[in-house]
């Protein structure tokens, strides 16, 4: 019997880095960041969101629902009604993710110094 292989997102064949590359897409961390509270509504999501496109949206709410990260419930309301919410496996990402969300909006202003010293000094990407 073959012994089972540990995902390892530094091996370029691991189906893991896939699911990595979508966690940290531009807009998964900011749409579970939305749905961290509760379940909302896709015109919420997007205003929350800033910036992302309603296709864009769209196709990111597939993919989170695809991959078991987000239920996606239709009421039958009139006008129709259609809630997003975080699956158990995708509250699970709200810690790792909030973190990542606090340090980046705690260090910004360190980045962005370090980016203009680098880009002062010529040492921009030719």
């Known amino acids: 019997m073959d012994a089972v292989r540990p995902f390892d997102v530094l091996d370029p064949a691991c189906p893991s880095r896939s699911v990595l590359r979508h966690l940290t897409d531009r807009w998964t961390p900011l749409v579970v960041g939305v749905l961290a ?3 909302a509504r896709f015109g919420e999501i ?21 991959d ?26 709200v810690g790792p993710l909030d973190a990542l969300r606090s340090w980046a909006e705690r260090h910004a202003g360190e980045v962005l110094g370090a980016r203009a010293s680098y880009d002062a000094q010529d040492g921009a990407p030719g």
């Open 46 to 66: 997007r205003d929350q969101v800033g910036g992302v496109t309603a296709k864009v949206l769209t196709q990111t709410l597939r993919s989170m629902e695809r």
């Open 37 to 39: 509270p509760g379940p």
């Open 68 to 93: 078991g990260l987000v239920d996606r419930r239709a009421l039958p309301t009139m006008p129709p009604r259609v809630d997003y919410e975080l699956t158990p496996l995708g509250r699970t990402l």
